[in-house]
């Protein structure tokens, strides 16, 4: 606590603004729409790669918060301040830090892809940066961001290497798939049947349950996506840039809106239930890696057209 106390007496409003900023780039949202970019318009098989490194890396995270029940910097010491603005992202048990980790698996992931010495520096100085910000904020400790460093860093190497021997067989990488789900199980039962222990907390232990059921349907529909490229869809990527900015962009909405509009209707149904959230995030991925994908023709066509209307018209 005395480095984070020693963070607290350097803040300034203009940091503080920063610092929300730099955040930000560990939250969900960021893994979706950089995964949903790289599956939808750069290499499919580095967007399945990209989503598999980031549910392994949050459904370890989630099974060592739920293990370890560590309460947050605020919580050890009630008199210690944190950034207010903060502190609605700052759900569930502080160790290990969720959005470091988030930020490792993506950043992570760019610079294994793109291979480059400038990128992977980038790549190395935003993951520290969310890290950092995390402990100025106040809401995770140099230990909750140092274990998440780690973790993550042994993921993105783990996954990667494995996923270059095995990625070209279909068996092998459903193989690897189905494990990736069975240890998302192992999170859903251990968070909904663990004994009660002293150190539980009502508001982060509902928390848990909501991000197990989230890590296991996005794992499932990611399966479920897999498998209809592999075996019926087998779409192409490509398009003019106006056209993947289109497609981009109208797909992130429609998940978007599966993800906003199903809510209550589940909530509805099963009166809000957690489960509800594995289902919302298996309907969101279905959406992301099937039913979207099967406009893609369109789009790739659209772009033909244009260029060949472009030529007509120059000659």
């Known amino acids: 606590m005395s480095f984070l106390y020693w963070l607290q007496s350097i803040r300034t409003p203009a940091m503080d603004a920063v610092m929300s900023v730099i955040t930000r780039l560990g939250e969900e949202t960021v893994l979706m729409v950089v995964g949903m970019l790289i599956l939808w318009c750069i290499n499919k098989k580095w967007g399945y790669r990209f989503f598999l490194v980031g549910m392994v890396g949050n459904t370890l995270n989630q099974l060592l918060k739920a293990i370890f029940l560590i309460p947050r910097p605020w919580v050890l010491d009630p008199e210690?301040?944190?950034v207010e603005s903060a502190r609605a992202a700052a759900t569930g048990y502080s160790f290990p830090s969720g959005h470091t980790q988030t930020a490792a698996g993506v950043f992570g992931t760019v610079a294994a892809w793109a291979r480059k010495n400038w990128v992977t520096?980038?790549?190395i100085l935003m993951t520290l940066l969310v890290g950092f910000s995390r402990m100025y904020l106040g809401v995770h400790t140099p230990l909750d961001v140092g274990v998440s460093l780690g973790t993550g860093?042994?993921?993105v190497i783990g996954l990667n290497w494995l996923l270059n021997r095995i990625e070209n067989n279909p068996k092998a990488m459903l193989g690897l798939l189905l494990g990736a789900l069975a240890f998302a199980l192992v999170l859903v039962l251990y968070v909904n049947f663990a004994p009660v222990r002293e150190a539980n907390n009502p508001e982060f232990d509902a928390h848990g349950q909501k991000s197990a059921w989230v890590c296991f349907g996005t794992m499932a529909g990611l399966i479920v996506g897999w498998w209809v490229?592999?075996?019926?869809?087998?779409y192409e990527t490509k398009a003019v840039w106006w056209a993947q900015l289109l497609k981009l962009l109208i797909g992130a909405g429609l998940v978007m809106a599966v993800r906003l509009g199903m809510k209550p209707v589940l909530n509805a149904i099963f009166s809000d239930a957690q489960f509800t959230n594995?289902?919302?995030y298996f309907l969101m991925a279905v959406m992301a890696s099937v039913v979207w994908p099967m406009t893609f023709g369109f789009w790739s066509k659209l772009g033909n057209k244009a260029q060949e209307t472009t030529q007509s018209i120059e000659e």
Do not use: A, K, T
């Open 153 to 155: 860093l042994i993921i």
């Open 278 to 280: 594995g289902i919302r």
């Open 121 to 123: 520096i980038l790549c």
């Open 229 to 234: 490229d592999v075996h019926h869809l087998q």
């Open 80 to 82: 210690f301040p944190i």
